[in-house]
């Protein structure tokens, strides 16, 4: 994981590289799996390592494309409903393609995001009147959530079971 953080500055170089640490950091909980290992059901929600991936990029769309930039569904370069296709990841998506889906999904997020600034506002049918301030934070709350579910899946897929006290 890159050391390369704006940790002073401007708010928005600051928000900005926190969003960029969390979308680096729910990536690394993927990095070096199987797609086998990837696609591992350990929760009984649609949640596994390649899906968080696959559903942060549907985020990325959600959020910047369809809510800020005002496209139409299919205008969008993938998935950007809001329900639980946002976890479907298909049988010939491997690893690498959903991570590079998130990577250009967030690459275009920041071009998209750069067109407003943190005071501008809109309104969403579910949350109100937001600015793209909130929305940034609001992206950075979401991956930092998704990167530790990443990671207590991840360790559950590396470390072997523990054993019970006395067993």
């Known amino acids: 994981m890159s050391t390369n953080r704006t940790t ?6 600051v928000i900005e590289s926190m969003l960029d640490g969390n979308r680096e950091a729910l990536i690394e909980t993927v990095r070096g799996l199987s797609d086998a290992d990837a696609r591992r059901r350990l929760v009984a929600s649609l949640t596994t390592p390649i899906s968080l991936i696959k ?3 549907a985020a990325e769309r959600i959020w910047f494309q369809r809510f800020w930039a005002g496209l139409d569904e299919s205008e969008c370069d ?3 409903r809001r329900d639980e296709g946002t ?3 298909t049988a ?3 690893l690498a393609d959903v991570i590079a889906e998130f990577e250009r999904a967030s690459q275009r997020s920041r ?19 937001v600015s793209m301030r909130w929305t940034l934070l609001a992206m950075i709350q979401e991956f930092a959530r998704h990167a530790g579910h990443g990671d207590i899946l991840r360790e559950q897929i590396d470390r072997p079971p523990l054993r019970e006290p006395n067993s």
């Open 92 to 94: 010939d998506e491997s």
């Open 87 to 89: 976890f479907v990841v």
């Open 111 to 129: 071009a998209i995001a750069s067109r407003f600034d943190l005071d501008d506002i809109k309104v969403n049918p579910r949350e109100g009147t």
């Open 55 to 57: 559903h942060a990029a």
């Open 8 to 13: 002073a500055g401007t708010e928005r170089a």
């Open 78 to 80: 993938g998935y950007s």
